[in-house]
C-alpha cells in the first residue's frame, strides 16, 4: 500500500533552497522574501506547510540567482549604513566598503553643522541618503547624469522621510554653475575599462557606465578633482573612493590641483579604498 506524499515544508524547502545555491544565507533571504517571512519566522517553524504557489516562488528566485543576477535585483533592496536602500538595475548595488565614504564624511561636519554637501554620481542615493539621515541639519545635494538613478534616489530619500536634500540632473559639475559646498563627496566609476572583472559576478548586471572609466579607471576621478576646486568653499573636503590599486595615482592627482592634506584611508578589509583632501 502505498503512502500519499507528504506535503512540502518551510524546512524542507529552505533545504532544497540552499542545495541550488552555493551560500546559504543567500537561499535564506530569497526563501524569506519569496514567502513574506522574517528571519525569526524562517527558523521557527520548520514545519510549516508550503504550498505549490510558494514553492514556485521560491525555485523562480533560486534559478536566476543560479543564472548570476543579483541578490539585491532579486529582493528589491540592500541594506547600507543601517538603512534599507530600493535598488534596480538602474544604479549600482551599494557595497559595504561605500560606507567609508559616510563615516570620512560625519567626521568632518560636527552634529549641528549646517554644512552643503554634494554627493556625485549618487546613483541609490545611499551615501547621501545616510549623511542626510545622521545629520538633519546639513542640505544634501545628489547629482546623477541618470533620470532614472535620481528617480530610485528619490525614493529612498522619500522613504526614510528625509527633507534635507535635493537631486540635480546632470554629468559631474556641469548642472551645479555658481554653487559651493563644504564637503564634496563621490564614488565614481574607477574600474578600467579592459578589467575582465566587469565579465564577472553581479557586475555583469549593473550599468557600465557606473563602473567603467577608461582605460585605468581614472577619468571620471581625474574630472572631478579637477573641476573640484571651483565648486568648494575654502578649507572643504573632497572625499573619492577608488580602486585598491589606485590610491597613490588619485593622491597625485590631488596634489597636482593644489589640494592639500591629502590623505589615503583604507577599508575595512584592510584595502586603500579612498582618499580626502582639503582645498587650500
Given at each position: 500500500m502505498?503512502?500519499?506524499?507528504?506535503?512540502?515544508?518551510?524546512?524542507?524547502?529552505l533545504?532544497?533552497?540552499?542545495?541550488?545555491?552555493?551560500?546559504p544565507?543567500?537561499?535564506n533571504?530569497?526563501?524569506?522574501h519569496?514567502?513574506?517571512?522574517s528571519?525569526?519566522?524562517?527558523?521557527?517553524?520548520p514545519?510549516?506547510?508550503?504550498?505549490?504557489?510558494e514553492?514556485?516562488?521560491?525555485?523562480?528566485?533560486?534559478v536566476?540567482?543560479?543564472?548570476?543576477?543579483p541578490v539585491a535585483?532579486?529582493l528589491?533592496?540592500?541594506?547600507?549604513?543601517?538603512?534599507e536602500?530600493?535598488v534596480t538595475p538602474?544604479?549600482?548595488?551599494p557595497?559595504p566598503?561605500?560606507?567609508l565614504?559616510?563615516?570620512?564624511?560625519?567626521?568632518?561636519?560636527e552634529?549641528?553643522a549646517?554644512?552643503?554637501v554634494?554627493?556625485?554620481?549618487t546613483?541609490?542615493?545611499?551615501?547621501?541618503?545616510?549623511?542626510?539621515?545622521?545629520?538633519?541639519?546639513?542640505?544634501?545635494?545628489?547629482v546623477?547624469?541618470?533620470e532614472?538613478a535620481?528617480?530610485?534616489?528619490?525614493?529612498?530619500?522619500?522613504?526614510h522621510h528625509?527633507?534635507?536634500?535635493?537631486?540635480?540632473?546632470?554629468?559631474?559639475f556641469?548642472?551645479?554653475?555658481?554653487?559651493?559646498f563644504?564637503?564634496?563627496v563621490?564614488?565614481?566609476?574607477?574600474?578600467a575599462?579592459?578589467?575582465?572583472?566587469?565579465?564577472?559576478?553581479?557586475?555583469?548586471?549593473?550599468?557600465l557606465?557606473?563602473?567603467?572609466?577608461?582605460?585605468e579607471?581614472?577619468?571620471?576621478?581625474?574630472?572631478?578633482?579637477?573641476e573640484?576646486?571651483?565648486?568648494?568653499?575654502?578649507?572643504?573636503?573632497?572625499?573619492l573612493?577608488h580602486?585598491?590599486?589606485?590610491?597613490?595615482?588619485?593622491?597625485?592627482?590631488?596634489?597636482?590641483?593644489?589640494?592639500?592634506e591629502?590623505?589615503?584611508h583604507?577599508?575595512?578589509?584592510?584595502?586603500?579604498?579612498?582618499?580626502s583632501?582639503?582645498?587650500?
Amino acid at each position: 500500500m502505498s503512502t500519499p506524499d507528504l506535503p512540502l515544508t518551510l524546512g524542507e524547502l529552505l533545504r532544497q533552497a540552499r542545495a541550488g545555491l552555493p551560500h546559504p544565507r543567500e537561499a535564506n533571504l530569497l526563501v524569506a522574501h519569496a514567502l513574506g517571512l522574517s528571519a525569526v519566522d524562517l527558523y521557527a517553524h520548520p514545519e510549516r506547510a508550503v504550498n505549490a504557489a510558494e514553492a514556485q516562488r521560491v525555485n523562480a528566485l533560486v534559478v536566476r540567482r543560479g543564472a548570476g543576477e543579483p541578490v539585491a535585483h532579486l529582493l528589491g533592496t540592500r541594506e547600507f549604513y543601517g538603512l534599507e536602500l530600493r535598488v534596480t538595475p538602474d544604479v549600482l548595488i551599494p557595497r559595504p566598503e561605500t560606507e567609508l565614504l559616510v563615516d570620512l564624511a560625519l567626521a568632518r561636519i560636527e552634529p549641528g553643522a549646517r554644512a552643503q554637501v554634494l554627493d556625485l554620481g549618487t546613483g541609490s542615493g545611499a551615501i547621501a541618503v545616510a549623511i542626510a539621515q545622521a545629520r538633519p541639519e546639513v542640505h544634501v545635494v545628489a547629482v546623477d547624469r541618470s533620470e532614472a538613478a535620481l528617480s530610485v534616489a528619490r525614493g529612498n530619500a522619500e522613504h526614510h522621510h528625509l527633507d534635507n536634500l535635493s537631486f540635480v540632473q546632470g554629468t559631474w559639475f556641469e548642472p551645479l554653475t555658481g554653487q559651493s559646498f563644504n564637503i564634496v563627496v563621490s564614488n565614481p566609476p574607477y574600474v578600467a575599462s579592459a578589467d575582465p572583472h566587469l565579465k564577472r559576478g553581479d557586475v555583469r548586471f549593473e550599468p557600465l557606465t557606473a563602473l567603467a572609466a577608461g582605460p585605468e579607471g581614472l577619468d571620471d576621478l581625474r574630472a572631478i578633482i579637477s573641476e573640484a576646486p571651483k565648486h568648494m568653499n575654502k578649507g572643504g573636503w573632497l572625499l573619492l573612493e577608488h580602486g585598491a590599486d589606485q590610491q597613490a595615482a588619485v593622491l597625485e592627482l590631488l596634489a597636482s590641483e593644489g589640494f592639500s592634506e591629502c590623505l589615503g584611508h583604507n577599508d575595512l578589509a584592510g584595502l586603500p579604498r579612498a582618499v580626502s583632501a582639503r582645498r587650500p
